[in-house]
């Protein structure tokens, strides 16, 4: 393992995923550090979008490909969708777990997968590296620990502003390790403008036009962290000169999603003890809040000097962090808001249906607003259907984690970890 790579919560699930099956599926955006993670556990690797003599093999004999010590690391296998049913019939004459790894920055149609890889592939997603991983985050709190009820205790957390701003500009991308914050705004405008003019035209054998993509992806950074509709999505992308469709709009979101620049994040559907209906629109989010900043063009300045949208970004952070750590437990995100609008930022779930309410506020000092609001949502919950909340839980940039008297827990971000 190379002296410099920093371990990410994927280092252990790929080598569960291993022991397994006979081929693991590392899904992520481009520059999350996919193929870095699985060369750590891979024992040979071929490179399928810049080996020249790949397109020879493909044609002549693509079970070539394949040969080599394994687990053998296949990268940007979407580059040759046909590769993935050679790699499930080898699975099957093998009969051996640990075979293959694949890597992609690009979710190809599922008509590209002619047979089924169920019982021989394992899927892991990837996102970008939380504040734990890049070592921001102290990790004296562990989700795990909330969801079981433990009582939160840190030490006391101080962020000014602007270095808040400048982690959220960084992001979680590997390659940003060690950048300022103009370095990082440069390179996600280069990102979203290869999205744009690139990537994202490959999905349905369609051109999309840049231009729109562009406003589109400034339409959602506008809108992050919040229930835009795909007409208004539509109504912001067009401008006052042009009218986009909603199918125009929903197909090119569906490409992005595919390319996991955007992840949504789903509503809740709990039993509610109220008539109050659920809101079931999903909130709009990129896999990483950086992306919404590269495609406004912010600096951490014009960021400081607009609280309110600054918050927003705070929120899709923690959400970012908070899928990854739940994920390290299978769990999954979501979000609440009913009929009446009351709202809840973030609820997490594990498959034996323990589950847990959060609310997200940048300041240390608004998290008495915060729990009031949690202690009312969980008395709307059917308790009885349901189960009772395993925590109640304030997230915050600042301050220190500690559970209050009202038995709401308080926990800064950079103390959290799975």
Request: aromatic share 8%; hydrophobic share 40%; proline share 5%.
């Amino acid at each position: 393992m190379e002296n410099n790579y920093f371990k990410r919560f994927t280092d252990a699930a790929l080598q569960d995923r291993l022991r397994l099956s006979g081929a693991v599926l590392i899904q992520g955006p481009k520059g999350c550090g996919k193929t870095e993670t699985a060369i750590q556990a891979a024992k040979s690797i071929v490179r399928l979008d810049t080996d020249d003599e790949i397109s020879a093999y493909m044609e002549v004999n693509p079970k070539m490909v394949l040969n080599g010590p394994v687990p053998r690391l296949i990268d940007e296998w979407q580059e040759y969708p046909q590769i993935w049913n050679y790699i499930r019939r080898e699975v099957d004459d093998r009969k051996k777990k640990g075979q293959f790894i694949l890597t992609g920055s690009a979710n190809p149609e599922e008509r590209a997968r002619l047979h089924s890889g169920a019982g021989r592939f394992s899927i892991i997603k990837m996102r970008p590296m939380t504040l734990f991983e890049k070592g921001w985050s102290s990790g004296e709190v562990s989700l795990a620990k909330i969801m079981k009820g433990g009582t939160p205790k840190s030490g006391p957390v101080e962020f000014e502003l602007e270095t808040l701003a400048e982690k959220i500009t960084i992001g979680g991308w590997p390659g940003l390790i060690g950048a300022g914050s103009r370095a990082a705004l440069r390179f996600m405008q280069d990102y979203i403008a290869l999205v744009a003019e690139v990537d994202i035209s490959r999905f349905g054998g369609k051109r999309r036009e840049p231009q729109k993509v562009r406003r589109l992806i400034q339409s959602l950074a506008r809108n992050i962290s919040t229930e835009a509709s795909v007409t208004s999505l539509a109504k912001d992308t067009g401008g006052s000169e042009t009218r986009v469709s909603d199918e125009t709009i929903a197909e090119y979101l569906e490409a992005l999603e595919r390319l996991m620049v955007v992840e949504q994040l789903p509503a809740w559907s709990p039993h509610i003890r109220s008539a109050d209906t659920l809101r079931k629109a999903p909130k709009r989010h990129f896999v990483d809040p950086s992306l919404a900043v590269g495609g406004l063009g912010l600096s951490s300045k014009k960021l400081m000097a607009n609280l309110n949208y600054f918050g927003l970004l705070f929120e899709s952070l923690v959400i970012r962090d908070l899928r990854i750590y739940a994920e390290v437990h299978d769990g999954n995100v979501y979000h609440y808001r009913d009929s009446r609008n009351m709202e809840v930022d973030a609820i997490v779930e594990y498959p034996d249906s323990t589950w847990a309410a959060f609310e997200i506020k940048m300041g240390f000092r608004a998290q008495d607003e915060a729990a009031a609001n949690l202690l009312a949502f969980a008395e709307k919950i059917d308790q009885q259907k349901m189960g009772p909340p395993a925590a109640l839980t304030v997230i915050t940039a600042n301050g220190f984690a500690c559970r209050r008297k009202d038995g709401v827990n308080v926990v800064p971000l950079s103390a959290l970890t799975a």
